[in-house]
C-alpha cells in the first residue's frame, strides 16, 4: 500500500450468539490481515459495560495483538485518563514499548467509555465526573511519567501519545502540548473544521512533533457493491437509532444483518443519523475511496484511520482489504498522470 498511511480502530464487536472470547479472537485476525496490507496502525477502544463490545481493557489486548504481528504499531484509541490512575497507565505502556520497541502508541481519550452511571462511578472509586482542569492534570502527568525513566528502571524505549479530540477544547491541549491527534471525525463530524483549525492555529512545537499531525478517523464500511455496503452497515445504525431512542443505562446489542433490515428508525432519529451518515465513507469501492480522498483533501489530514462496525468478521476484513487496495490504486493512478 502506498500513499496516504492508512490504519484502524477496533471495537471488538460481538456478534448476536457468540462471546466476547469468539469477538476478541476475530480482532487477532483481522490485525493480522491489516499487517498483511501495510497498515501504519491498529488501535483498541475502551468500552464498559457494554453487550456489544468487548475492548475493555486496550492495554491487554494491544499486548496480544503486538505479540501476534511483528512492523504494524499497536496502541489505544483511547485509553481514556479519567479512568484510571496515570501511573498505572503509565506502567502499563511503559512495558508494552518495552516489550515492543517503536510499535506501541499511547492514544488518550477524555469520554466515560460507557453509558452506565454506575459503572463510571465504579471506575473512578466513586468521584466525581472528571473537569477540565482534572483532564488536563491527568494527561501532563502521563506524559511527564512516561518520559521521567522512572516508570521502568534501565534505558527503555517510550510508547508515543497522542491525544484524542472531538471538540476545540481537546484541540488546544493538544496544540498546547505539541502532541499529534487523532480527530474523532466519525463521532462528531460536525465539529471536525473547528478542531483542524484551533490545532493548527495553535499548535506549538515539542518533542514529540515539530510540526502538527492529524489522524482522521472515518466510519468506513466497504463491500464489493453499494447495496452489500448498505446492508453490512445497517446493524450499527439500528444500534446507534436504538440507543438514541431509549434512555439506556447500557447500548443495546448488534443485531444481526437480516433483524437490522425488518428494524424501524423513528424519522426524527433517523434523520440526525443521516446527517452524520452523510459525512463517512459507505459502499462499494469506488464511492468509498472517492469520498475517503474527498475527506483527507479537505481536511488536510496526514492519516486515515478507518472505523468499520460491521456484524462480521471476515467482512470487515474484506472492507479494510478493498480500502487499502483501492487507495493504492488511486495513488498509482495520480503517479501516472503527474509523470
Given at each position: 500500500m502506498t500513499g496516504m498511511p492508512l490504519s484502524a480502530l477496533e471495537l471488538a464487536l460481538v456478534e448476536s450468539g457468540r462471546s466476547a472470547a469468539d469477538a476478541l479472537g476475530q480482532v487477532a485476525e483481522?490485525?493480522?490481515?491489516?499487517e498483511d496490507l501495510g497498515c501504519q496502525?491498529?488501535?483498541?477502544?475502551e468500552h464498559h459495560g457494554s453487550p456489544a463490545i468487548?475492548?475493555?481493557s486496550p492495554p491487554v489486548l494491544a499486548a496480544h495483538l503486538a505479540a501476534l504481528t511483528s512492523t504494524i504499531r499497536i496502541g489505544s484509541g483511547g485509553?481514556?485518563?479519567?479512568?484510571?490512575?496515570?501511573?498505572?497507565v503509565a506502567e502499563q505502556f511503559a512495558t508494552l514499548a518495552a516489550l515492543h520497541p517503536g510499535r506501541i502508541d499511547i492514544g488518550i481519550g477524555r469520554g466515560p467509555g460507557t453509558l452506565d452511571q454506575a459503572i463510571v462511578r465504579a471506575l473512578r472509586r466513586g468521584a466525581e465526573p472528571a473537569t477540565d482542569a482534572d483532564y488536563r492534570a491527568d494527561v501532563t502527568e502521563l506524559l511527564g511519567l512516561i518520559t521521567s525513566g522512572r516508570v521502568l528502571p534501565g534505558d527503555v524505549p517510550m510508547p508515543e501519545p497522542w491525544l484524542l479530540c472531538s471538540s476545540?477544547?481537546?484541540a488546544a491541549l493538544a496544540a498546547e502540548l505539541g502532541l499529534p491527534i487523532g480527530v474523532a471525525h466519525h463521532l462528531?463530524?460536525?465539529n471536525t473544521t473547528e478542531v483542524l483549525e484551533r490545532y493548527r492555529a495553535d499548535f506549538r512545537p515539542s518533542r514529540w512533533r515539530d510540526r502538527p499531525y492529524v489522524i482522521l478517523s472515518v466510519e468506513t464500511v466497504c463491500a464489493d457493491t453499494d447495496a452489500e455496503a448498505a446492508v453490512l452497515a445497517r446493524p450499527s445504525y439500528v444500534l446507534r437509532a436504538r440507543i438514541l431512542a431509549t434512555d439506556s443505562h447500557g447500548e443495546p446489542e448488534l443485531l444481526p444483518p437480516a433483524e437490522a433490515a425488518d428494524y424501524v428508525v423513528p424519522p426524527e432519529i433517523a434523520e440526525q443519523l443521516d446527517r452524520r451518515s452523510a459525512q463517512q465513507a459507505y459502499g462499494g469501492p469506488d464511492r468509498v475511496i472517492r469520498a475517503l480522498?474527498?475527506?483527507a483533501a479537505g481536511t488536510d489530514a496526514d492519516e486515515l484511520m478507518l472505523v468499520t462496525p460491521v456484524y462480521d468478521a471476515a467482512a470487515r476484513a474484506r472492507s479494510y482489504e478493498l480500502v487499502a487496495k483501492g487507495l493504492a490504486g488511486a495513488d498509482a493512478g495520480r503517479h501516472e498522470v503527474v509523470s
Open positions: 483481522v490485525a493480522r490481515r491489516l496502525r491498529i488501535w483498541i477502544a468487548a475492548t475493555a485509553v481514556m485518563a479519567p479512568n484510571h490512575a496515570p501511573y498505572a476545540a477544547a481537546g462528531r463530524p460536525q480522498t474527498d475527506l
